[in-house]
């Protein structure tokens, strides 16, 4: 899941939302590029609990994202590990349901507690891209990527205009 925050500059409810029918990893049409669509988040809602939304945080959010070809192979080989129908989660929970984002943030805490990498969260890799993007591209480029509506999300403050060094 990690790679797949890294290569989509998703957010953490998208990624943890992803269905496998979500995923184009055996492209036998078009180009034939492995992509990901990014198309719901997973959320809490007080009184509801844990749901899977059909729609992304914002209008903008829903897109489709081409993706590297490891992050593929990783998709491919999660895929056959875990023997996953096409409106299973990409990355269930040990009860097959989604995970929670905060869940998901607990055990990157856990994971990185004591290795001096503790500053490095899972938003760590989006700020990342959108750094990259907006300093190399452009910002409406970077804006649309992310899922923003408005390019003044997106714009790098002077303070962050270099990306964290993992």
């Known amino acids: 899941m990690t790679d797949l925050l890294a290569t989509t500059e998703a957010r953490i409810g998208e990624v943890l939302a992803l269905r496998w029918r979500d995923n184009n990893i055996d492209p036998s049409e078009g180009d034939g590029k492995a992509t990901v669509t990014l198309s719901s988040t997973v959320t809490w809602i007080n009184g509801q609990g844990l749901i899977r939304q059909d ?6 959010g829903w897109r489709t994202i081409t993706l590297p070809g490891f992050a593929t192979d990783l998709l491919r080989r999660h895929r056959t590990e875990r023997q996953l129908a096409p409106g299973d989660p990409a990355f269930p929970s040990a009860s097959g349901s989604c995970h929670a984002p905060h869940s998901f943030r607990r055990q990157w805490r856990d994971a990185t507690a004591g290795t001096g990498f503790e500053w490095v969260t899972p938003y760590s890799f989006r700020r990342t891209v959108a750094i990259l993007l907006d300093r ?22 002077p303070h962050c205009r270099d990306p964290p060094r993992l």
Do not use: F, Q, Y
């Open 136 to 157: 190399e591209r452009t910002t409406d480029d970077a804006a649309a990527r992310l899922g923003h509506s408005d390019t003044a999300v997106t714009k790098t403050p």
């Open 55 to 60: 729609h992304p945080k914002t209008a903008s």
